[in-house]
């Protein structure tokens, strides 16, 4: 298994591009999330998914757009970038049942917006 | 609304040292408690958990006890390594507000080991 994997790692835009991370998970993991990671500002949630087709707003989503077309893609949009959204970006995703909800990390996206 | 405070960083220890990191969490129901670590370049991943009071998480020599009465869940190491140097966050999970499909998380401790 994959786990939970994140394209790009890397990527640097200019001001008002626009853009979307892919994350794919191969656990079938109904609930999926994007956070973001600032200095000092520890994990911030952007959006997440509980299932295909759904998609719900979390602590920070302003600015960007999630889409859940199928049950192991979360994909996050940045239609105009601002270097506000400079950051590293994680997805994770979790089983629906049990009371264990370990969230499962991919490895990142570091985005520079200039 | 729920929230996890961590002790500030960054932490610096020499290998073999004692290590405490605080945690202390404000909940309306009864949370799940986590630490997650951080590798360098690396995403989070699960270290241990806790998912009700009096209990006692522990992996890779860390443990830490979900302590309801002073709503705290401080990581604890006896000999720390140089490859324990991660940052290191505590997290909860309440399913009686903000939903159990959530997790809150604190602003990480940064934790550096010398040799």
């Known amino acids: 298994n994959a786990g939970v994997t994140q394209t790009p790692k890397f990527r640097v835009l200019k001001t008002g591009q626009s853009m979307t991370l892919l994350c794919a998970q191969d656990m079938n993991h109904e609930y999926m999330y994007w956070y973001r990671q600032d200095p000092g500002m520890g994990l911030r949630l952007i959006h997440y998914?509980?299932?295909?087709?759904?998609?719900a707003k979390g602590e920070v989503p302003d600015g960007y757009n999630v889409s859940r077309l199928k049950k192991q893609n979360f994909l996050l949009g940045l239609e105009s970038a601002a270097p506000s959204q400079t950051s590293v970006y994680f997805c994770?995703?979790?089983?629906?049942?049990?009371?264990?909800?370990?969230?499962?990390f991919g490895p990142g996206t570091r985005l520079t917006v200039t | 609304g729920n929230s996890v405070t961590q002790m500030e960083g960054p932490v610096t220890l020499s290998e073999e040292a004692f290590l405490t990191i605080n945690c202390t969490y404000t909940?309306?129901?009864?949370?799940?408690l986590f630490w997650y670590v951080q590798y360098p370049g690396e995403g989070l991943q699960l270290l241990l958990k806790?998912?009700?009071?009096?209990d006692k998480g522990s992996n890779k020599g860390f443990e830490a006890t979900y302590r309801k009465e002073t709503t705290s869940f401080h990581l604890e190491k006896g000999s720390v390594q140089v490859s324990d140097s991660a940052v290191y966050f505590c997290a909860l999970s309440d399913p009686f507000q903000g939903g159990s499909e959530k997790l809150v998380f604190g602003k990480g401790t940064k934790l550096t080991v010398n040799p």
């Open positions: 806790a998912t009700k009071a009096d």
């Open positions: 994770a995703s979790r089983q629906r049942t049990g009371r264990s909800y370990e969230q499962y």
């Open positions: 909940a309306t129901g009864y949370p799940s």
């Open positions: 998914s509980v299932g295909e087709g759904t998609t």
